[in-house]
């Protein structure tokens, strides 16, 4: 699987009626819509296909699509657009499927919708941070066979909401087996099933998205940005910084 780090471009949840359509188009980033409620029809390049309840679509770069709405039950549903930097073609996804029965993508997509409207400071980390780990999830659901365990399921989640409460401070992986009450290895295992990366890799990603935020929506120094998202060495975090998005922090600044 790539490592993937989306930026979400729209989000929205929709409530159709009897009529409702949006015509054939073809769009320029990615977009992932999930039905909540009701029926409707998809035409898919040059498939028609009836879509209801739990069912997952996934429009890529260029694929030809339109959706209507004929009859009761009326679809309702979200939608999410979305681009990424390190791969601009088709994600390894299928193109419609159902995830009945799964409770977490749903709460992730109304997560990130309040985030999309709320606007609040910095929202922009935490909804891309979401969009992320709802790919990363329907990743899991589709392709890891060897699920993670419910109870190490839920050590992992309870790692990843401290990291998130406490981003910048120092994280070790001793102190996240404190956390989790789980051993290094365990714990670097599903934590990589669960998000893609390493629990001390996250960390760093969370530090630079928190640290992307700043640079433009802040006066600070870059020295200052970098201290203050946990970094003790400046130059270490550039490094990082354009390791992640190609470009120093001043150059995204000016960029931005």
């Known amino acids: 699987m790539n490592k993937i780090f989306a930026q979400v471009d729209y989000a929205v949840y929709r409530k159709t009626y009897s009529g409702w359509n949006i015509p054939q188009r073809t769009i320029n980033n990615h ?22 309840e739990n069912d997952v679509v996934y429009f890529y770069p ?3 699509h339109s959706l209507c709405v ?3 039950p009326f679809m309702e549903f979200y939608g999410v657009h979305f681009s990424f930097e390190e791969n601009k073609n088709k994600l390894n996804l299928p193109d419609i499927f159902n995830i009945k029965g799964n409770v977490k993508i749903p709460e992730l997509l109304s997560e990130l919708l309040k985030t999309w409207n709320s606007k609040e400071y910095m929202f922009e980390w935490r909804q891309d941070l979401l969009i992320s ?40 992986m001793s102190s996240l087996c404190s956390v989790s ?14 998000t893609g990366l390493s629990p001390i890799n996250y960390c760093i990603k969370l530090k630079l998205e928190y640290s992307k935020s ?43």
Do not use: W
């Not at 109870?151 to 994280?171: C, G, L, M, S, W």
């Not at 009450?181 to 669960?194: D, G, I, R, V």
């Not at 006066?219 to 120093?248: A, H, P, W």
């Open 31 to 52: 977009e992932l819509v999930f039905i909540t409620k009701g029926k409707g029809k998809i035409i898919y390049d040059k498939r028609t296909v009836e879509v209801s």
């Open 62 to 64: 260029g694929i030809k």
């Open 70 to 72: 004929d009859k009761e």
């Open 133 to 172: 780990e709802i790919i990363y999830t329907i990743y899991k659901l589709m392709y890891v066979k060897e699920e993670i365990s419910a109870a190490n399921d839920v050590r992992i989640t309870k790692v990843i909401d401290y990291i998130h409460k406490n981003p910048f401070e120092h994280h070790t």
């Open 181 to 194: 009450k789980l051993k290094k290895s365990c714990l670097s295992e599903n934590f990589k099933k669960m």
């Open 214 to 256: 700043m640079l433009m929506e802040s006066d600070l120094t870059v020295r200052e940005i970098s201290s203050k998202c946990g970094f003790n060495d400046e130059f270490y975090y550039s490094r990082m910084f354009r390791k992640q998005f190609g470009l120093s922090p001043s150059e995204y600044r000016k960029r931005q």
